[in-house]
């Protein structure tokens, strides 16, 4: 097996983002790091050709490692529910990387990582708390110490001196859940974000809160620029680069069939719905995972530039049976307080794509 590399000595790490289960983080390093492109684990993208390496003793010092190249470092927390890195990494490259073309994936990598960095990681948490510029809900959970890799990840990150623009959204449940009942009016998304929005508990991290993921898959024009248009662009870009970003997106949509392969597999890997499952097996765990990632749609403003789409946050959901009981209190509260069917007792107005009373009509932007 060939050795994972560790991060070079001259490295430091700039806080990115963060979610659930991981912080992100942009590499900084000094010039003259030594290559070391043949010790490292990698998930073959466009980035990596796979073609064979000198061994490192035959590499000159480069100006910067070109393994780390267009790349950020991705740390797993601390949480019980996460599996480890390496086990997560190996799911990646044996079940999800043969499910995609290459260049519609978030390209992933193992790094080892040092004690003393993720100590120190840990320490700027602490101090990123205590002046309020660590978002609330984050604080209070850290970096697993006793997690010895890190993932190396493509970075989707917009180049602001190349005129991109980055729209990133999680697709969910593109397809309704096996488990519904007859006569559904809601799609699962939507009919958990209804119980969550009428009960005023609404954790999720979606910003884009009106989305219907049945609406990006329609194939309905009108009903692909009411999900576009439910997308959150940044309050930076002008009404004129919305009104381009947003109609270039809308054409991507409507015709790229990324999302449409990603609907195909949520539905092939878990044709019964969690009540009826085996909630261990891997094809199960696999959909839960491709309904849980998170698309990045990278737009150049020039009219000819290509769009780049690549699917990330793809990692193995965990087998154990909290994780299990937890899904399947969700799917038991959905049928049986009639949020699938929009009886619930207290009423929830929440637009849905299966819904044949909501009305699609195009966005006005």
């Known amino acids: 097996m060939v050795s994972v590399p560790e991060l070079p000595p001259n490295t430091s790490l700039q806080y990115l983002a963060e979610g659930a289960a991981n912080v992100v983080y942009r590499l900084v390093l000094s010039p003259s790091s030594p ?10 993208d466009d980035d990596h050709s796979g073609s064979p390496t000198s061994p490192t003793s035959e590499i000159e010092a480069l100006p910067y490692d ?34 995609f ?13 040092t004690p003393s960095l993720m100590n120190d990681c840990n320490r700027q948490l602490r101090l990123d708390e205590e002046s309020g510029s660590r978002p609330w809900r984050r604080c209070g959970l850290y970096l697993a110490l006793d997690e010895p890799y890190g993932t190396l990840v493509t970075d989707m990150s917009p180049r602001g001196d190349a005129g991109e623009v980055v729209v990133e959204f999680k697709p969910k449940w593109l397809a309704q859940s096996p488990s519904a009942p007859p006569g559904s009016k809601r799609c699962r998304t939507c009919a958990l974000r209804a119980k969550r929005n009428a009960r005023g508990t609404d954790a999720t991290e979606d910003r884009n809160a009106s989305l219907c993921p049945l609406d990006l898959v329609s194939r309905d024009r009108a009903k692909v620029e009411r999900a576009v248009a439910a997308l959150c662009f940044s309050s930076k870009d002008t009404q004129s680069h919305q009104y381009l970003l947003r109609g270039r997106l809308v054409d991507f949509l409507y015709t790229n069939p990324l999302l449409h392969r990603l609907k195909q597999l949520q539905l092939e890997l878990d044709r019964f719905g ?11 765990l696999t959909a839960m995972t491709l309904r849980d ?7 150049p403003l020039d009219r000819n530039g290509a769009i780049e789409a690549r699917l990330g946050d793809l990692d193995l959901k965990s087998s154990g049976m909290t994780k299990a009981a937890y899904w399947s209190n969700i799917e038991k509260g959905l049928i049986e307080e009639g949020w699938y069917t929009a009886t619930e007792r207290v009423s929830s107005p929440v637009k849905c794509g299966l819904d044949s009373n909501t009305t699609s009509r195009p966005s006005s932007n």
């Open 35 to 44: 290559s070391i492109a043949a010790d490292i684990i990698v998930a073959e």
């Open 66 to 99: 070109p393994i780390f190249s267009g790349k950020l470092v991705r740390l797993r927390k601390a949480l019980s529910s996460t599996v480890s890195n390496e086990k997560s990494f190996k799911h990646f490259q044996e079940v999800i990387r043969p499910l």
């Open 101 to 113: 073309p290459a260049e519609n994936l978030v390209g992933q990598a193992l790094v080892r990582l």
């Open 274 to 284: 969690i009540l009826k499952i085996e909630v261990t097996s891997r094809d199960f």
């Open 293 to 299: 990632c998170t698309m990045f749609v990278k737009i």
